[in-house]
């Protein structure tokens, strides 16, 4: 079975902060895929960024950036220098071999001004 | 630009009534989604087709049932809705493989009273 832990429920930064969202997972694929999904509160879910399994690679896009540790099995997304618009709630998800894909509980990020 | 449209943004019912959720995409995607969100829960999968007229059951399929009758369109189909039905329904859909990149509608926040 696959399982995908945020153990952040709700973050609050004051803006320009950099901020860590953590996502741990666990499976027994050893091909497998891990995304992160913005939902902001018009309530889209917007993807992020898909990972594989035999990338570890860490990704950077702009303010964004991804740490992916298979040792540790996480796959953790930070935004450097917070702004009012990265508020929203954050989805990590993991799929295998097949369709499905399962998704954490979310993290809601508040980025104060 | 992938589009995934649902029918309706909001929706208010009655116990008992039988409702209709539509989702249409517009990229010729092979797979479409039924989710359910809900308050620290994350996203639960209900359903979900990985053809015209196949379907697949999720992770919470009671007390809802499916249509896919063009590869374009997939319906959620509560038979007699119940009050622990109100909910957020998000429709998504993707490319054939595995664990390819999920596209989500807009959600459709439903109260069942």
């Known amino acids: 079975a696959q399982k995908v832990t945020q153990a952040q429920t709700e973050i609050s930064v004051v803006e320009k902060e950099d901020v860590t969202l953590d996502c741990v997972y666990e499976t027994r694929d050893t091909t497998y895929y891990l995304f992160w999904y913005k939902q902001p509160p018009s309530g889209e879910l917007v993807f992020l960024i898909r990972?594989?399994?035999?990338?570890?690679q860490n990704e950077i896009s702009g303010r964004y950036s991804w740490n992916f540790q298979k040792s540790t099995s996480s796959f953790n997304f930070t935004i450097t220098a917070s702004q009012v618009v990265d508020s929203a709630v954050y989805f990590c998800a993991l799929g295998g071999g097949y369709q499905k894909v399962t998704f954490g509980i979310g993290t809601k990020l508040q980025v104060i001004p | 630009d992938v589009k995934v449209t649902q029918s309706s943004r909001y929706l208010v019912k009655r116990t008992g009534e039988k409702v209709f959720l539509e989702c249409v995409q517009d990229?010729?995607?092979?797979?479409m989604f039924w989710y359910r969100q809900d308050p620290g829960l994350g996203l639960r999968l209900i359903y979900f087709s990985y053809d015209v007229k196949m379907k697949e059951k999720g992770d919470i399929p009671e007390g809802y049932s499916v249509s896919r009758e063009k590869k374009e369109r997939f319906s959620l189909i509560l038979e007699s809705a119940s009050t622990n039905q109100t909910s957020m329904y998000l429709c998504?859909?993707?490319?054939?493989?595995?664990?390819?990149?999920?596209?989500f509608g807009p959600g459709t926040r439903l109260l069942v009273l």
């Open positions: 998504a859909s993707s490319t054939s493989g595995g664990a390819e990149t999920q596209y």
């Open positions: 990972r594989n399994s035999f990338d570890e």
């Open positions: 990229m010729d995607h092979e797979n």
